[in-house]
Every structure is written in structure tokens, then in C-alpha cells.
């Protein structure tokens, strides 16, 4: 019995140890709205295959990945949120700050189109004729990425939304398109979620291609001087791949339900 | 990392300078939950007045039911009321969800089966002949009712009590059918979820003190009251 045991004993801890035989893997924190857009699933085992490193993804909204980074809880962060990225790098939370894609975020509604912006070029003047209409917009109204976007554009087209049209979710990205298409609102989105959503939501593409919305891609280690004991080296390793000509080809490449998503900064 | 105790400190500071974002949520869930409670508890008891006085085919499969609805999650109450509630769904021309009535009907469901089985276990534990002898007396069936709840007040003050801890605290089915729209239906639950997604600590650490601080307040109070209950006998 006792030798049974000592055998069992034995054998968990040989097993506990290979653990330690892997290279230690890469932790990424990331938004929502990159992961379910289904790029990662494509670039990150192209990485693994090349480096051997594994990255372990932790998806969440663009505020908590900063702040994982900010607190040394991941490696490298890739979010979409250019001034809060450079903010990070300025306080010297980040370094190695690269812009390697970017996609674009589109104005979903109605079919019926309440507020009649389906013709309107710029998102501007989308965007003000919903408010003149007080026809009901969900937000984000989580502090993420897409939200900071949002508020970006209001402020451009010198607008403030306020009042029981403008709804103001603190969800993600999925759950406002579902509540958007449940209360006949417009929203703001990013084109990946959409092409995700569009199939099982009740509502239009109506308003895209305006520059303003752009949405630019940053990868960025997590400070080695602030935090000695992140996996910097991985980090770099990360940030020069994807910056590499076969990454740029893959994200090229890349097509969801058939339509192209990003498009490559890096691409010579 | 900001330490646990700085964050506290800001929650503390946020709570009683009277941050108005802050307490607007804080009455919204407790508006929310205490209606639930209010809708809840009178059905809930007289259903387990009948499962606990009369006999009847089926009463034991459904006290069994009752007790096995306690370990539905929060999330599939939520799922199951959204489906009906969506405009696709069978009840979409009520136009529910996402509004505060479609919150309170999920913690009406969340928190029944709970008061029924609390309520049922305490009035089990009930003299019988009370009962019986309230209506020798001549007293009609309300009356002698409300003498059986009477002698249970204690452990159906408690059921009350626990159900409210459930659906105060909840975040599943609130988030999916209210849908945590600001000033609104966002209640403490889903603030904290989404104050946590944004990395803002102090705000969680903030609304999840409210919640303790009233479930300690609660159970001092119903402390009190069973205190008094045995002193009395």
C-alpha cells in the first residue's frame, strides 16, 4: 500500500514538473471586441509555430487590459485606443509602442433608418441628425476603446448626447448591437463585431467609410524597468513578429464571413 | 497595483461625500429589489402554507421542485426571461426588456422558489394544532393563517431576508434584462461588473461595501428580532 502510494506521489510530481519544461508563456491582454473578431485564432499559432512561445490571451474591455499592464499583470497589451495608448507609453508604463493594423468602426440602425442617415456621407452629419431626431443611440458607455471613439466623434461634431434617447449600456460590444436591435436604436460599432452580429441582430449597416472612422491596431510591452518580472523578451519577440512581413500578409489575408477586416499599417 | 486598502479608503470617501452617480445606483437597486421582494413574498408563503398544511397529489415532488429551482443560476433565469422577452419572442409585444419591470421580474423568479422553501421548512416546524384550534374557535381560514404566520414570523422574517440577499446581489439576470443602462437599470451588481471591466477598483470596492454594510445592517436587525422572540417565550 505504502509503495503504492510512494509510486503515486512520484509520478504527480514528475507530472507538476513538466509544467516547467515549457517555455513560459507569453500573457497578452487584449479587448473584446480583438478576440471575437476571430484574427487571434489565426496569428497567435503562426506565432507559437514559429517562436515556440505560447500566448495566452486575456480578453476584456480597453480600460482593465491598460490597467493589467499598468500593474504588471500581463506582458504585452494590444488594444485600440490611440490616446490612452500614448498616455500609457508617456507615464512609462510601456514600451516598443507599434501600430501594425487598423479596421474601421460603422453606424448600425434601424432598417426603417428613423433619423434618414442611410445617405449622409460624413458621420457628422449621421450623427447630428440622431440627435435632432432624439432618435434613440445605444453607447458603450463602458470606457472602452469603442466608447472613447464615440465620445471622440460627439465632441468633433461639436455635439453633447443627453437625454432618455441616448441609452448608455455599460456592455460589450455584442450586448449593445443585441440591445440596439431589441429597442430600434442606432449604434456605433466596430466592422468586426458587426460582420460577427449581423446575421442575428435586427438592424443596417447605414453609415461607414468616413475617415474619422478609423480605428488604428497598438501593441505595446508592458515596461521592463516598471515591472522586471514580465516576460519582456516574449513581448518583443511578439511585437517584432506581427510587425514582420508573414504577419502583415496574415492579417491581409484575414477574411470573416467572407468580407476583409484589417487592414495592414506595416506592409511594405 | 493600487493596494486594497487605498481603494477602500477612496470607496469610503466616494460613499459618504455623497457621490451622486453613486447613490443613484445604490437606490435603483434597492427600488428594484425590494419591489421583487414585495411582489414575491405573498404568493410565496401561501404557497408554502399549502404545501406545508394540505395534502394533495404531487406535493412532495413539488417541494422537491422548489428546492431544486434554489441552485438555478442567475444567468439562466435571465436567459430563459430574455428569449421571452426579446421582440422575436413569445412575449415581445410587451416591450420588457431592458427596462426595470423586466428586472424585477427575473428576481421575482430568482428569489420565489427560495422563500417558498425557506417558508415551507419553518411553517413545517409549526404546531399543527394551532391551526386546528384557531378554527374550533370559530376563527375563519385567513384568521387562522394569519396566527400559523404569526408563530413563524421569525423564520419567515429570515426567509425574507435571505431572498432579499439573493436578488440584491445578483448580476446575471440583472445584466441581461435590465441591460445596465445608466441611471436606469444599472444597480450595484452590475456597476461592480462594469466598473471591474473598466479597471476603476475603488468604484467595485465602493458599491460592494454598500452590499455588505446592508447585509450586516439586515442581519443585526433580524438578530434583534429573534433575540426579542426568545425572551418572550
Redesign the interface.
Given at each position: 500500500m505504502l509503495k503504492k502510494i510512494r509510486i503515486v506521489t512520484a509520478l504527480l510530481i514528475l507530472w507538476s514538473l513538466t509544467g516547467l519544461l515549457h517555455a513560459a508563456p507569453l500573457k497578452m491582454a487584449t479587448t473584446t471586441s480583438t478576440q471575437n473578431s476571430g484574427l487571434l485564432d489565426l496569428l497567435l499559432p503562426a506565432f507559437q509555430k514559429q517562436t515556440g512561445i505560447e500566448v495566452q490571451v486575456i480578453a476584456?474591455?480597453t480600460?482593465?487590459a491598460?490597467?493589467?499592464g499598468r500593474?504588471?499583470d500581463v506582458d504585452v497589451v494590444m488594444v485600440h485606443a490611440v490616446a490612452a495608448e500614448e498616455k500609457f507609453v508617456a507615464e512609462g508604463y510601456g514600451t516598443d509602442r507599434v501600430q501594425f493594423m487598423y479596421n474601421d468602426f460603422v453606424i448600425v440602425g434601424p432598417k426603417s433608418d428613423p433619423a434618414g442617415i442611410k445617405d449622409e456621407k460624413s458621420v457628422t452629419a449621421a450623427m447630428t441628425k440622431i440627435l435632432e431626431q432624439q432618435a434613440k443611440f445605444v453607447s458603450r458607455?463602458?470606457?472602452?476603446g469603442t466608447h472613447k471613439k464615440e465620445k471622440t466623434l460627439w465632441k468633433a461634431a461639436n455635439l453633447t448626447p443627453a437625454g432618455s434617447w441616448y441609452?448608455?449600456?455599460?456592455?460589450g460590444m455584442g450586448?449593445v448591437l443585441q440591445?440596439a436591435?431589441?429597442?430600434d436604436g442606432y449604434s456605433m460599432t466596430d466592422r468586426g463585431t458587426w460582420l460577427a452580429y449581423k446575421g442575428k441582430v435586427?438592424l443596417a449597416l447605414l453609415n461607414a467609410g468616413d475617415e474619422k472612422l478609423s480605428n488604428p491596431y497598438g501593441i505595446i510591452a508592458v515596461s521592463k524597468a516598471k515591472h522586471p518580472d514580465t516576460n519582456y523578451t516574449a513581448a518583443k519577440q511578439m511585437i517584432d513578429w506581427i510587425s514582420s512581413e508573414p504577419a502583415q500578409q496574415l492579417i491581409k489575408n484575414y477574411r470573416l464571413h467572407g468580407e476583409p477586416l484589417f487592414i495592414p499599417l506595416l506592409l511594405k | 497595483?493600487e493596494t486594497l486598502s487605498a481603494a477602500s479608503y477612496q470607496a469610503l470617501y466616494l460613499l459618504f461625500s455623497g457621490d451622486s452617480a453613486l447613490w443613484t445606483i445604490i437606490g435603483i437597486s434597492f427600488s428594484v429589489s425590494v419591489r421583487a421582494l414585495i411582489y414575491a413574498a405573498p404568493l410565496a408563503i401561501l404557497t408554502a402554507f399549502l404545501l406545508a398544511y394540505f395534502s394533495f397529489p404531487g406535493r412532495r415532488l413539488l417541494v422537491s421542485i422548489f428546492n431544486t429551482a434554489l441552485s438555478i443560476p442567475a444567468v439562466v433565469v435571465g436567459l430563459t426571461l430574455y428569449i421571452m422577452l426579446?421582440?422575436a419572442g413569445p412575449l415581445g409585444e410587451w416591450r420588457l426588456?431592458?427596462t426595470q419591470d423586466a428586472m424585477i421580474l427575473g428576481q421575482i423568479c430568482l428569489c420565489f422558489p427560495l422563500l417558498v422553501a425557506m417558508a415551507h421548512a419553518t411553517l413545517q416546524s409549526t404546531d399543527r394544532r394551532a391551526w386546528e384550534t384557531a378554527l374550533t374557535l370559530g376563527a375563519s381560514p385567513v384568521r387562522a393563517l394569519l396566527t400559523i404566520l404569526h408563530e413563524a414570523r421569525f423564520g419567515l422574517i429570515g426567509a425574507l431576508v435571505a431572498g432579499f440577499g439573493r436578488i440584491i446581489a445578483e448580476v446575471g439576470s440583472s445584466?441581461m434584462l435590465g441591460?445596465?443602462?445608466?441611471?436606469?437599470t444599472?444597480n450595484i451588481p452590475?456597476?461592480i461588473a462594469?466598473e471591474?471591466?473598466?479597471?476603476?477598483f475603488a468604484e467595485g470596492i465602493a458599491l460592494g461595501m454598500v452590499l455588505l454594510f446592508m447585509a450586516l445592517f439586515l442581519n443585526i436587525a433580524l438578530g434583534q428580532v429573534q433575540g426579542k422572540g426568545a425572551v418572550s417565550q
Open positions: 476584456v474591455g480600460g482593465k491598460l490597467k493589467m500593474d504588471g458607455g463602458d470606457d472602452s441609452i448608455e449600456a455599460g456592455q450586448k440591445m436591435s431589441e429597442l435586427d | 497595483m426579446s421582440k426588456l431592458f445584466m441591460g445596465n443602462i445608466l441611471n436606469y444599472r452590475t456597476a462594469l471591474t471591466s473598466k479597471g476603476s
